[in-house]
């Protein structure tokens, strides 16, 4: 018989924490997604290609002023 192995569920929170435990997350990013919960929650519950794709872009960003406008834009239009 085939047995079948079950993921343990983790709470999106938990993962964004192990990423930064990990420091998979740029500094300036995981700061200015600790001044925005909102934001901080719906980035943990994305899936993960999704938040590769929004660390990626995060990596690119050269300053505080240009992270803050990105967090706070990363769900607008």
């Known amino acids: 018989m085939e047995s079948i192995k079950i993921r343990p569920f983790t709470h999106p929170m938990i993962e ?7 420091h998979e997350l740029p500094i300036g990013f ?5 001044q925005h919960s909102d934001i901080l929650n719906r980035f943990a519950t994305l899936p993960k ?13 050269e300053s505080r002023d240009e992270m803050r406008n990105y967090v706070e834009n ?3 239009g």
């Open 16 to 22: 964004v924490m192990n990423m930064i435990d990990n």
């Open 30 to 34: 995981t700061m200015e997604l600790a």
């Open 74 to 76: 990363m769900f607008r």
């Open 49 to 61: 290609p999704e938040q590769e794709q929004i660390v990626n872009g995060a990596r690119e960003v």
